[in-house]
């Protein structure tokens, strides 16, 4: 099982609460609709931190492979008899960077997708030895290899083609 890791969300319960703090001192007795858009804010932080830490999960569940997030309203399935291929999916990122790697499990007919970047890369390398060791014939590409292989794949730096601008 793979869960979300709280200190790479760190930011989600330190920095990002500022600014419903600094909306509510600033609405501190004259406007009270500072103080609630402060407290939207505030709440809203608290159901994110909430929703990873607690209903956020990446899990084999009998012959499955299940991705559960949302409060656990939102679930993507693919059986593990059909996983053909886990691929590192990489989308472009804000100044010419990349995303973090996306764990891509592919099958016959369906597809679970997991933003990797709340997770500690080490987690899915017992999950990727359960996969493989219910189906042998899952493809992985080379940077989940590297994953398995307990490489650190932290510093690994992917070109992303710019745009024909």
């Known amino acids: 099982?793979?869960?979300?890791?709280?200190?790479?969300?760190?930011?989600?319960?330190?920095?990002?609460?500022?600014a419903g703090v600094a909306l509510l001192v600033l609405g501190?007795?004259?406007?009270?609709v500072l103080i609630t858009i402060g407290l939207v804010l505030l709440g809203l932080n608290v159901a994110?931190?909430?929703?990873?830490?607690?209903w956020t999960t990446l899990r084999v569940e009998g012959d499955e492979l299940v991705y559960r997030t949302l409060f656990?309203?939102?679930?993507e399935r693919v059986a593990?008899?059909?996983?053909?291929?886990?691929?590192?999916?990489?989308?472009?990122?804000?100044?010419?960077g990349v995303s973090a790697p996306h764990f891509v499990a592919r099958g016959r007919d369906s597809v679970?997708?997991?933003?990797?970047?709340?997770?500690?890369?080490?987690?899915?390398?017992?999950?990727?030895?359960?996969i493989r060791g219910v189906n042998r014939c899952v493809e992985l590409d080379p940077f989940w290899s590297?994953?398995?292989?307990?490489?650190?794949?932290?510093k690994e730096i992917a070109a992303v083609p710019r745009s024909r601008l």
């Open 80 to 96: 593990l008899g059909a996983l053909q291929r886990i691929d590192a999916k990489r989308y472009p990122g804000a100044h010419s």
């Open 146 to 154: 590297r994953v398995a292989a307990g490489e650190d794949v932290t």
């Open 48 to 54: 994110m931190v909430a929703n990873y830490a607690h």
């Open 1 to 18: 099982m793979a869960r979300p890791s709280l200190a790479a969300i760190w930011p989600s319960f330190t920095l990002f609460p500022l």
């Open 72 to 75: 656990g309203t939102h679930v």
């Open 28 to 32: 501190t007795g004259r406007d009270a």
């Open 112 to 130: 679970v997708r997991v933003n990797t970047k709340p997770y500690r890369l080490a987690d899915f390398v017992g999950l990727i030895e359960v």
